[in-house]
């Protein structure tokens, strides 16, 4: 798979809310529209509005640090009526960029993890990490952030990876210099 490492054992030492707090601090908005062919129908049922305030990551892992990702729970689709959108970044990528691992947000107080759907079109992909409002499991009850490893239909080639989120805890996988 050719995993690339790059070290990050000061980010793996900090709490993870302080490493979301950092990498919030480095948030670029941007947009990457489906071409006008796509628009009609967005893979995975998402909004076209969703899918246009989609900020581009800027394809600079972070390293898994020892981390041993699992394999994701897959979601197929999203509905607007029960799932929130969840962070993510990106932490490693083979070297033709068909298998990213990322870190991402699942569960809480108020939801469960319904996993991670991979959209892709001509132009982007955007990895939607899902989870549904209601009660959540026992063990969901803490903030869940995973690493798992995506794995593309095609290499990612110049289409942009995008984040669809609007939490903006994760979406730079780069922290801010520290002084």
């Known amino acids: 798979m050719g995993m690339l490492s790059r070290p990050v054992a000061t ?11 950092l990498a919030a601090a480095g948030c670029t908005a ?16 998402i909004p076209a509005n969703l899918w246009n305030a989609g900020s581009p990551d800027p394809l600079r892992p972070v390293g898994i640090a020892g981390l041993k990702p699992t394999e994701p729970l897959v979601a197929t689709s999203y509905d607007a009526g029960t799932d929130t ?17 990322i870190q991402y947000s699942q569960g809480g107080p108020c939801a469960t993890a319904k996993g991670i759907l991979t959209a892709e ?6 990895l939607v990490p899902l989870y549904q409002n ?9 903030l ?3 690493v798992s490893t995506v794995t593309l239909d ?3 080639g110049d289409r942009e ?8 805890t994760m979406q730079s996988p780069t922290p801010a210099p520290t002084r």
């Open 11 to 21: 980010l793996a030492a900090m709490p993870l809310s302080t490493v979301m707090a």
């Open 30 to 45: 941007g947009q990457s529209a489906p071409s006008t062919s796509e628009s009609a129908s967005l893979p995975g049922n």
């Open 85 to 101: 959108i969840g962070d993510w970044r990106l932490m490693d990528m083979n070297d033709d960029r068909t298998k990213l691992v």
């Open 121 to 126: 079109t001509s132009t982007a992909v955007a």
């Open 134 to 142: 209601g009660p959540a499991t026992p063990y969901a009850a803490v």
């Open 144 to 146: 869940s952030t995973p």
């Open 154 to 156: 095609e290499p990612l």
């Open 161 to 168: 990876l995008l984040h669809l989120a609007d939490h903006g």
